[in-house]
């Protein structure tokens, strides 16, 4: 069965320094990965994808993430934090092509500290 | 294009009433689902609709339930609100079978008093 641990519920980063938002699967199956973006009172957003092609995965306003197998990882980065990052993070496992196969994870919700 | 729209956005109910949300997907989408949002709960599954017909559902009562028009809208229906039931209703299309991105509309706020 697939799941998806989001490592920590809450991160705290001043404006300007690296952003780095952990994420571990699990998966019987080569998964699909999704990071997506949540604004308060707004729907998620896509921020990248991966599917089996390239594991540096670069996605919208700056955001990056790293699928790497050995370690069931896909965790997103940014090289410096903006004010207007702050936002919830909810990275995503898919096995197939229902939205019944896939897996949210519990969010991390980003604060910017100015 | 326009994107998912999703009404009413907010709403109040008592126990026992039920409530109907409505979602129009992307021009050209097909395929809608229904996710619930709550603070205890995460992001949980409720149904998926192609095509008008209903392809899974989550791991929700029965008095939870939805259809897609032929125009692809879909609505939901909860009956007998519970307390429980307070969260945030998300919809999202795409117009692909998958893997592929989620398109999601700004969700239904619905408040269970």
């Known amino acids: 069965a697939q799941s998806v641990t989001q490592l920590d519920s809450h991160v705290s980063v001043s404006e300007g320094t690296p952003v780095l938002l952990r994420c571990n699967y699990s998966?019987?199956?080569?998964?699909?990965l999704f990071w997506y973006v949540q604004h308060p009172n707004k729907g998620l957003q896509l921020l990248l994808k991966y599917t089996s092609a390239a594991t540096l995965v670069k996605g919208i306003n700056g955001f990056e993430a790293e699928f790497k197998k050995s370690e069931t990882s896909f965790h997103l980065t940014k090289p410096s934090a903006h004010m207007s990052d702050a936002a919830e993070y909810f990275c995503?496992?898919?096995?197939?092509?229902?939205?019944?196969?896939?897996?949210f994870g519990s969010g991390t919700r980003l604060s910017i500290r100015p | 294009k326009a994107g998912v729209t999703q009404t009413p956005r907010y709403l109040i109910k008592t126990r026992g009433q039920q409530v109907t949300l409505s979602c129009s997907p992307i021009?050209?989408?097909?395929?809608v689902s229904w996710y619930q949002q709550t603070p205890g709960q995460g992001l949980q599954f409720l149904f998926e609709?192609?095509?008008?017909?209903?392809?899974n559902k989550g791991n929700f009562p029965g008095r939870f339930s939805g259809r897609q028009f032929s125009n692809s809208r879909s609505e939901m229906n909860v009956s007998t609100l519970e307390l429980g039931d307070s969260a945030l209703y998300l919809c999202?299309?795409?117009?692909?079978?998958?893997?592929?991105?989620?398109?999601f509309g700004e969700g239904s706020r619905l408040t269970v008093l």
């Open positions: 999202a299309s795409t117009d692909v079978e998958g893997p592929g991105e989620l398109f």
């Open positions: 609709y192609f095509s008008e017909t209903q392809r």
């Open positions: 021009s050209g989408h097909r395929s």
């Open positions: 995503v496992v898919s096995e197939g092509s229902s939205a019944s196969k896939i897996i």
């Open positions: 998966s019987s199956y080569s998964p699909s």
